[in-house]
């Protein structure tokens, strides 16, 4: 049975196919450092993309091809388009990033101190419930018990735990609907 050409041993026909790989490879290598540069306009990454296609080329199967300098050239341009392509694909999430960046930046503070008013708005909703559905309330968002779990400590039922948690759930929704300016803030009198 013929195993597949990629699986097979290393022979003297595949070294010598190395071999003339490696000879037209240093023959073209200025031509396709030279083309790359053309397109990409930097020296340094013409050269590193000309030894990437090197890499790539070693690592793989022998490639059949009747004008391996013209193949290599050929290869080389695309290589480079392929660059050029990802680096505007990568300055484009740059800037979109960046511009969102600002973006949070200056509704940061704004969205701080909308959270904390929340925040100080679900409090005053939680201490004005009575002590026991603030107390399942907490076991279970704040210790993460389970309703079964508060059930059986605070001998109710599962229905009444579930009772208690929707009477906090909607104080808790309820506070965050209400405009800011209905909630008395700390250290101002009243009317």
Not at 56 to 69: C, G, H, M, S
Not at 126 to 132: D, E, G, V
Request: charged share 30%; aromatic share 4%.
């Amino acid at each position: 049975m013929s195993q597949p050409q990629d699986m097979r041993e290393p022979d003297a026909d595949s070294a010598s196919g190395r071999a003339r790989f490696v000879q037209v490879f240093l023959a073209q290598r200025a031509r396709m450092e030279a083309l790359v540069n053309r397109r990409v306009g930097c020296r340094a990454t013409a050269s590193d993309l000309v030894q990437e296609l090197f890499l790539r080329f070693w690592r793989r199967p022998e490639v059949k091809v009747e004008a391996l300098d013209t193949y290599l050239l050929r290869c080389a341009g695309n290589l480079a388009i392929d660059h050029l392509r990802s680096e505007s694909s990568r300055e484009r999430v740059a800037e979109a990033t960046h511009a969102v960046d600002e973006q949070a930046s200056a509704a940061e503070p704004e969205q701080a101190l909308e959270v904390d008013h929340d925040l100080q708005r679900i409090e005053a909703a939680l201490r004005a419930l009575p002590a026991r559905t603030r107390q399942i309330f907490l076991l279970n968002r704040i210790h993460g018990c389970t309703y079964s779990e508060i059930a059986t400590a605070m001998q109710l039922s599962q229905s009444a735990v579930e009772k208690h948690m929707m009477r906090a759930l909607e104080a808790c929704k309820a506070s965050i609907a209400e405009p800011a300016s209905t909630m008395r803030r700390p250290g101002s009198a009243r009317r």
